[in-house]
C-alpha cells in the first residue's frame, strides 16, 4: 500500500502562485510514477502533470504548459506542483496520484481545494 497526502492548497487572485505539495508513505518503493490530476465541480477528473519516480520525464496537460511544473524529491518521497500565472479556470480539488504499473494510477491522495479568484 502507499498513502498520498497532499498540502498547500488554498485560494489566491488570478495571476498568483502556488505550490502544492504530496507526501508519499508506505511501499514508496513500489512507485513508478506520480501525477497530478484535478476536479473541478460538475466535471470530471483530469489529468495535469505526471512524473516517473526515477529518471527525469514529465508529462503535462495542454492547459497548464508554461504554467505549471511538476517536479520530486526522492530523499524526502514528496512530489510537488509549482503552479504560476493560475486563472480562475484552474480552481478545482487537485489530487496526487501514484502508478506502481500499468497505466492505471492506483493510489489517491485525499486531495487539496485550490481556488483561483478573478
Known amino acids: 500500500q502507499v498513502q498520498l497526502v497532499e498540502s498547500g492548497g488554498g485560494l489566491v487572485q488570478a495571476g498568483g502562485s502556488l505550490r502544492l505539495s504530496c507526501s508519499a508513505s508506505?511501499?514508496?518503493?513500489?512507485?513508478?510514477?506520480m501525477g497530478w490530476f484535478r476536479q473541478a465541480p460538475g466535471k470530471e477528473r483530469e489529468f495535469v502533470a505526471t512524473?516517473?519516480?526515477?529518471?527525469?520525464?514529465?508529462v503535462y496537460a495542454d492547459s497548464v504548459k508554461g504554467r505549471f511544473s511538476i517536479s520530486r524529491n526522492n530523499a524526502k518521497n514528496m512530489v510537488y506542483l509549482q503552479m504560476n500565472s493560475l486563472k480562475p479556470e484552474d480552481t478545482a480539488v487537485y489530487y496526487c496520484?501514484?502508478?506502481?504499473?500499468?497505466?492505471?494510477?492506483?493510489?489517491w491522495g485525499q486531495g487539496t481545494q485550490v481556488t483561483v479568484s478573478s
Open positions: 496520484g501514484a502508478k506502481t504499473s500499468g497505466m492505471k494510477y492506483d493510489y
Open positions: 508506505g511501499r514508496t518503493f513500489s512507485i513508478d510514477a
Open positions: 512524473i516517473r519516480w526515477s529518471g527525469s520525464m514529465t
